[in-house]
C-alpha cells in the first residue's frame, strides 16, 4: 500500500536553512507536494514537483526528488520565525485527475530566533 | 487563486446531535472534493472522496451513515456527523482539486467539539 513518511521535529535558528525530509513508496506518483500549515488552519500548497524533475526552485523554497531513493526534500532557505508550522509532503496516488492524495505524519518546524 | 470556503470554523454541539459542514468551490468547479479528519499533533486521515452527482467514496473504516456526505452541485459538498459522539470532536477539512498542476485546494477546518 501506499506510505509517505517524515521525521517529526526539526528545529533552527532564525536565518539558518530548514531542510525537511520525506520518503514515500508508491514509484507511480506523478505529483508530489508541500503542504504548510499554522496552527488551527487549513492547508497551503507551498510547491510541488512532477515526477521528471530533479529539482525545482520557487524563491526561498527547493524542492529535490531522488525517484530511485523515492526520496523528497524541500529546503528553505533564510528561515524566519514565520516560517514555524506543521509541513507535510504529500503523494499523488493514483493516475486519475482525481486521485487522492496520501499525507505525511508533518515536520514541526520551530524556528528560535 | 482558487479558494475553497468551508463553515463553520467551529461548532460545539451536544452528543447526540447531528453536525453539517459545508465545502464551497468559490471560483472553480470541482467535480471531486475530499474530506479529510485529522487528530492533534497527527496528520490528515482521507475519510472519504465526494463525486458531484453520485454517492461518495468511503475509506476503510469510515462509516458511511455515520459521516453523511452530498455533493449536490459542482461548487458544494457537505459533510454531516450524525449523532454526534465525544469522540467524533476533530478537526474536519475538505479539499477540492482544479487539476494534476494545481494539486488540492484545502477549506480553512472546522474545529468540532461534541460535549
Known amino acids: 500500500g501506499e506510505d509517505v513518511e517524515q521525521s517529526l521535529f526539526l528545529s533552527v535558528r532564525e536565518g539558518d536553512s530548514s531542510v525537511i525530509n520525506c520518503t514515500y513508496t508508491?514509484?507511480?506518483?506523478?505529483?508530489l507536494y508541500w503542504y504548510k500549515q499554522e496552527p488551527g488552519a487549513g492547508l497551503q500548497l507551498l510547491t510541488y514537483?512532477?515526477?521528471?524533475?530533479d529539482m525545482k526552485q520557487d524563491q526561498r523554497l527547493t524542492v529535490l526528488l531522488n525517484k530511485k531513493d523515492k526520496h523528497l526534500s524541500l529546503r528553505i532557505a533564510d528561515t524566519q520565525t514565520g516560517d514555524s508550522a506543521i509541513y507535510f509532503c504529500?503523494?499523488?496516488?493514483?493516475?486519475?485527475?482525481?486521485?487522492?492524495?496520501?499525507f505525511g505524519q508533518g515536520t514541526t518546524l520551530q524556528v528560535k530566533p | 487563486g482558487a479558494v475553497v470556503s468551508q463553515h463553520p470554523s467551529r461548532v460545539i454541539c451536544k452528543s447526540g446531535t447531528s453536525v453539517k459542514i459545508e465545502c464551497r468551490s468559490l471560483?472553480?468547479?470541482?467535480?471531486?472534493m475530499f474530506w479529510y479528519r485529522q487528530f492533534p499533533k497527527q496528520s490528515l486521515m482521507l475519510m472519504a472522496t465526494?463525486?458531484?452527482?453520485?454517492?461518495?467514496?468511503?475509506e476503510q473504516g469510515v462509516e458511511k451513515d455515520k459521516f453523511l456526505i452530498n455533493h449536490a452541485s459542482l461548487t458544494l459538498s457537505t459533510l454531516t456527523v450524525t449523532s454526534a459522539h465525544p469522540e467524533d470532536s476533530s478537526f474536519y477539512i475538505c479539499?477540492?482539486?482544479?487539476?494534476?498542476?494545481?494539486?488540492?485546494?484545502f477549506g480553512s477546518g472546522t474545529r468540532l467539539t461534541v460535549v
Open positions: 514537483i512532477f515526477s521528471n524533475m
Open positions: 471560483d472553480f468547479q470541482a467535480t471531486t
Open positions: 479539499s477540492a482539486s482544479r487539476g494534476l498542476v494545481y494539486g488540492y485546494t
Open positions: 504529500a503523494e499523488r496516488y493514483g493516475s486519475s485527475n482525481t486521485g487522492k492524495l496520501i
Open positions: 465526494s463525486n458531484e452527482g453520485s454517492k461518495a467514496t468511503y
Open positions: 508508491d514509484s507511480s506518483s506523478t505529483y
